[in-house]
């Protein structure tokens, strides 16, 4: 595996690669990779010649008193598991080399609408940092093909328009979301979690399976499962950010025929904040 810290170094491998033909897949990522992120890389292989990993924490997507600072940075863990993976290229860029006359003032990739919703409310700006870094990303590495998390659903569905709407030649692949045996879907912030702690937030996938359980019943009563889902959380001793079910195409509120659905939760436990969501389609039932 090559490691590369500078874009024209960057480019100079991918470009040599797209001259012989080869389909290239990138995987971005913030490091402190666990098996989510493997499987990511592992689809990846099964889809492209030639696999890219980005390892960046990127400071536009974090909002002021968020955990920038803090952000666990595992490089050298990370760079093995990459290399035991069969990672081709590892993308290691500093703050300056993407961000070269800062962030102040500088241009961004807004995706209005969709990015000002559930996690976007609670942390705005956030998804203006995370289109502009992979949009950033894309125009880097050129690749065929770019493979992003389900668990992130609201971040996936964000790339997705952005990639749609400013035409870039890039097949968004989603990857579902990989999971501890408890159900705790696996995420680099699990890490913030006490023992005690990593326990009790497998009660949020329990959750999300009950509500989709209640939909495919025929419940429509939308706001008095989100009500009494937030109730449940709170309960727990989780400080939810939302419990909302939305369209799956375009996380709108749904009505009544719509079929393709996705419950999502946001909700802090201890030091974390989780998200989860699950996705389903009722026309199947
Ligand atoms: O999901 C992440 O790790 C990040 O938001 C991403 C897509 C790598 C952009 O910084």
Redesign the pocket.
Known sequence: MQTVETIAALRAATGAWRQGGERIALV???GNLHEGHLHLVAEAKRQARRVVVSI?V?PT?FGAGEDFANYPRTEEADAAKLREAGVDLLFLPRVEEMYPGGSQGMSFVEVPGLSDRLCGKVRPGHFRG?AT??CKLFNMVQPDLAL??EK?FQ?LAVIRRMTRDLNLPVEIVGVPTVREPSGLAMSSRNGYLSPEEKTRAAFLHQLLLRIADQLRAGQRDYAALETQGEHELREAGFAPDYLAIRRASDLEMPDTGDVELVVLVAARLGKARLIDNISLGLGLV
């Open positions: 971005p990522t913030m960046f990127n997507q995370v870094v992979v992003f998390g992130d971040q």
